[in-house]
């Protein structure tokens, strides 16, 4: 019986899913190549014809998005970056600021014009580095995020 199904298994199409009746977390089931495990549609035949076999049941589920991890790997991956960048621009600023108050106080005190010294110019520059970083976020992900992940949503509704 085992050299039949190791036969069976041996032949696999890429349309085809064999899974347990009560399966479940499919998802999990998914190989890192991005392909579920296959077996030809005839194998049920083959597999009720064996010997020693009762019955055989199966069914066919397509499962197919043409590109579906990939596209997923470039989202998470793009929106990644793109999450970085805009921390890491309104944060870094202000952790520099905070710097140059504790270590720099001598250059923070310096005036520079009408009461207004390097620091306090400094501490009212994080509003607009802040707002810049959230308009830059906003429009990046305007232009290749969220076209990404409307392709995704639309190939999903389409199965």
């Known amino acids: 019986m085992n050299t039949t199904f190791d036969k069976l298994f041996a032949a696999t199409s890429a349309d085809v899913t064999v899974n347990p ?20 549609a005839s194998a049920v035949e083959r597999a009720a ?20 991890h990939s596209d997923l790997r470039r989202l998470r991956t793009s929106y990644r970056s793109l999450r970085r960048v805009a921390v890491l621009t309104a944060l870094g600023y202000f952790v520099v ?7 720099a106080k001598d ?11 390097v620091g306090l110019a400094l501490g009212l520059c994080q509003v607009p580095v802040t707002v810049l970083a959230v ?8 232009r290749t995020v969220d076209p990404l992940a409307a ?3 639309r190939a999903g509704e389409a199965r």
Request: hydrophobic fraction near 40%.
């Open 97 to 103: 600021f905070l710097l140059l108050s504790g270590f």
């Open 151 to 153: 392709r995704l949503r």
């Open 107 to 117: 250059l923070m005190g310096r005036p520079l014009f009408a009461g207004l010294n």
């Open 21 to 40: 009746k009560d399966f479940e977390g499919h998802d999990e089931a998914v190989p890192d190549n991005g392909r579920p495990a296959t077996v030809p």
């Open 49 to 68: 014809s064996a010997t020693g076999a009762e019955s055989a049941e199966g069914g066919v589920v397509s499962m197919s998005v043409p590109g579906r």
């Open 135 to 142: 308009v830059r976020y906003e429009r990046t992900a305007r």
